[in-house]
Structures are given as structure tokens and as C-alpha cells.
């Protein structure tokens, strides 16, 4: 440490020492200055600058732990002892050490991945999942047959020429059909362009489909889209955009309308893991994050942003753990089981609603880019 840098840290420690030890002087000189030495154990936090506490609140103030007496003052005196001392930092304390350490790049274990059914369709024992009634299933299986069926009619369209482009969802009819089951009618749906199962879900007809693919004039976009940009007033599906990412931070402002608007209802963006090395997906992230906006940030992580790997987009765990860095809660989803990915949508959006906060949902697929 800088010797000034020294200097000036115990004559602080020193000044705020004095004020304790007598009051009055302390009451005449009393600092703006944001170092206040006080008495603990320090009251839990209740004001923050969100619930109105003031600028005060938000300053840096060091506290003592333990004795607030003469005795522990002149303790403190002596020099920082650093398991000691606490800094009540804005957003929560933060212990002082007196080893230096570095953050590791990751952590030892990866983040695990939530599964309910194993390889062979079978329930892993023990594992806890949100029941679906056998109509559901049923009918969660019929809409990932018809996605399949339909993606292959129209790509094999496409490789004849008779429209000019296509994508399709192959190895992610799960994460498509299960996470839509799990929504209301009422949320929003900001999507990607892998996401057609979604809309079928909430019964777009394989003739709407086929309208816009070949942009005739019952297309609602008239023909000025490329296929497969798909949208639904109707069906609260906003309309497939060609740059990645945008529709992330317009997720988070559709989310917060929503809750201004005190409706039952979230917002839900799904996204690539080439959506995450976008800038658009950060701005979104901490703009969610700190408005509490309920919306759902549902990556799908196949590996590939057509033919760059994760591994030259990013050296993080997926983007399971950039949730976290933004304060957000996390989890990662088996996407190639149904029942894991309705769960966890299902209580995603439950807390999004209920406790007015986003949840990232990363599922993991490796199909999609093997077709
Ligand atoms: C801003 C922007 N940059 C580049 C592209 C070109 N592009 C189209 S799809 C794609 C890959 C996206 O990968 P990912 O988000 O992982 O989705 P996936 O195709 O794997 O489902 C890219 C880079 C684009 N559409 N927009
Ligand atoms: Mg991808």
C-alpha cells in the first residue's frame, strides 16, 4: 500500500476513534464524511436506497465488530486487525481479510444440470418435478411431433428453392414445446428464430406458418420478412428480428411494463448461446437485475452460434453463471427432457411473478447442430 495511503487510513481509523470516546466532540464536528465507526453487532440492514434510505445509507461505512467500549476502540487503535473488521458496502458487508486473493477464473465443479428423466425416458428416483396430467403429456408429445414434421416439410421447401430460407428446431422440440406449456397465454414471448414450437404451442396454424414462410398476402407481415420471422399480436408473440439479441433488453422493458401494469403475467426471451456474446445480452441482464423486472432470460446452449463453438464465444460455465454475476437466480436444464424444462419454467415463473425478480434458465442441448 501506498504509505500516504496508510497515513491516511489510521488517521481516519484514529479520528473515528476519538468521536467515540467522546460524544460531544463528535455531535459539533459531525462528518459528512462517509467513515463512521460504530457500535456493533451492526443492526441488520432494512433501509436501502431502493426503500428510500438515503444517501447515507449508500456510503461506504466502516464497522467495528464486537466491543464498542474504549477498550476495543484503542484496539482498533493499534492497527487493522483484518478478520475484524467489516465494510458496509452498497448492496450488503463485505469481511476485510488479510490474505490477498484472487477470484479463480472458475470454479472447481461445474454448475450441474437439473434432469427428471433419464436416457430412457424413465423418472431418475428422487427427483423432484412439477406433475403434468396425461392430456398434457399427451399433448406436449403430439406438438413436438408436429414441430418435427413441419420443420422437415418446410426445409425440404427450402432445399427445392420453394422459399428462400429456413431453420429448424431439430433436437430442441423439447425445450421448444415444454417451456411454452409451462406459460400463460399472458406472457409475452420475445423469441430468437429457433423458437416456432412456442408459437404452435399457443395455436399458430401450420397455414399461418406456411403464409409467412412464403410471404403471401395472408402473411401478417406481408411478405417484408424473411420466412420464419414469425409474430402474433394474437398470441402475444413479438415478431422474430434478424439481429441477434435485440429482443433481450426489449424483454426486460416488456417485463417491466407488465409489472407496473400489476398484470399476472412475465416476460420470456429466448436466446442462443451466440445471443450471450452479444453486448445487448449484459445490457439486458443488469437492466432486469436492478429494475426487478419479471422476465425470463431462457438461453438455449447447443454448443454452436452456427459454426463458432461456446468455446471461442466464451470461457465462462455457460451463461448459467453470468446470471449469477448479475444477481440473478440460475439454473441449468437438461434440454432434451421435457419434464425438466416445464418444471423449471413452470417455477420460474412463478418466482418472477410472485416476487417481481428475472431468472435466467440455461438448457443444454447438443442435438441440434448434429442434423
Ligand atoms: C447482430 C448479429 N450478428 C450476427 C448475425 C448472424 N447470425 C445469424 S444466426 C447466428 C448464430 C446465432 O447462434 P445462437 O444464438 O447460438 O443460436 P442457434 O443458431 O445456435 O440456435 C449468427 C451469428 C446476426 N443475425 N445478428
Ligand atoms: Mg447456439
Not at 473488521?85 to 477464473?105: H, I, T
Not at 431462457?298 to 466464451?314: K, L, M, V, Y
Amino acid at each position: 500500500m501506498a504509505p500516504w495511503l496508510v497515513r491516511t487510513s489510521s488517521q481516519l481509523v484514529r479520528r473515528a476513534a476519538r468521536r467515540l470516546l467522546s460524544p460531544s466532540q463528535h455531535r459539533r464536528h459531525r462528518a459528512p464524511a462517509p467513515w463512521k465507526l460504530c457500535s456493533v453487532p451492526p443492526v441488520p440492514r432494512t433501509t436501502s436506497p431502493a426503500a428510500g434510505g438515503g444517501l447515507w445509507e449508500f456510503c461506504s461505512v466502516r464497522r467495528f465488530t464486537g466491543d464498542s467500549s474504549p477498550a476495543a476502540a484503542s484496539t482498533a487503535e493499534d492497527g487493522l486487525a483484518g478478520g475484524e473488521l467489516e465494510l458496509d458496502f452498497p448492496g450488503g458487508k463485505v469481511s476485510f481479510v488479510a490474505e490477498m486473493n484472487f477470484l479463480p477464473e472458475s470454479q472447481k465443479e461445474r454448475i450441474n444440470c437439473y434432469r427428471v428423466l433419464d436416457d430412457d425416458g424413465r423418472t431418475v428416483s428422487g427427483s423432484k418435478f412439477q406433475e403434468v396430467s396425461k392430456e398434457m403429456a399427451l399433448k406436449m408429445y403430439s406438438e413436438m411431433v408436429t414441430l418435427q414434421i413441419m420443420d422437415t416439410i418446410f426445409y425440404e421447401a427450402q432445399r427445392q428453392g420453394r422459399i428462400s430460407f429456413y431453420l429448424t428446431s431439430h433436437g430442441e422440440e423439447a425445450i421448444n414445446i415444454a417451456s411454452a406449456a409451462a406459460l400463460s397465454i399472458d406472457d409475452i414471448v420475445l423469441p430468437q428464430y429457433r423458437e416456432p414450437g412456442v408459437l404452435l404451442w399457443r395455436g399458430f396454424t401450420l397455414q399461418e406458418f406456411a403464409n409467412q414462410c412464403f410471404g403471401n398476402s395472408l402473411d401478417y407481415g406481408k411478405g417484408r420478412q424473411m420466412p420464419i420471422h414469425y409474430g402474433s399480436n394474437r398470441l402475444n408473440y413479438f415478431t422474430v428480428s434478424s439481429p441477434i439479441a435485440t429482443q433481450l433488453p426489449h424483454a426486460v422493458g416488456a417485463a417491466y411494463s407488465l409489472k407496473m401494469d400489476k398484470k399476472e403475467a412475465c416476460a420470456i426471451t429466448y436466446f442462443g448461446d451466440g445471443g450471450t456474446s452479444e453486448g445487448d445480452f449484459h445490457a439486458a441482464l443488469n437492466f432486469a437485475a436492478v429494475m426487478e423486472a419479471p422476465v425470463i432470460f431462457f438461453c438455449r446452449n447447443n454448443g454452436w452460434a452456427i459454426s463458432t463453438p461456446t468455446a471461442e464465444q466464451f470461457r465462462s460455465d455457460g451463461a448459467v453463471v453470468r446470471g449469477q454475476a448479475y444477481g440473478m437466480r440460475s439454473i441449468r436444464v437438461d434440454g432434451n427432457d421435457a419434464l425438466a424444462v416445464y418444471s423449471a419454467v413452470h417455477i420460474a415463473r412463478e418466482m418472477a411473478i410472485t416476487e417481481g425478480r428475472p431468472i435466467l434458465v440455461e438448457v443444454t442441448n447438443s442435438s441440434s447442430y448434429n442434423k
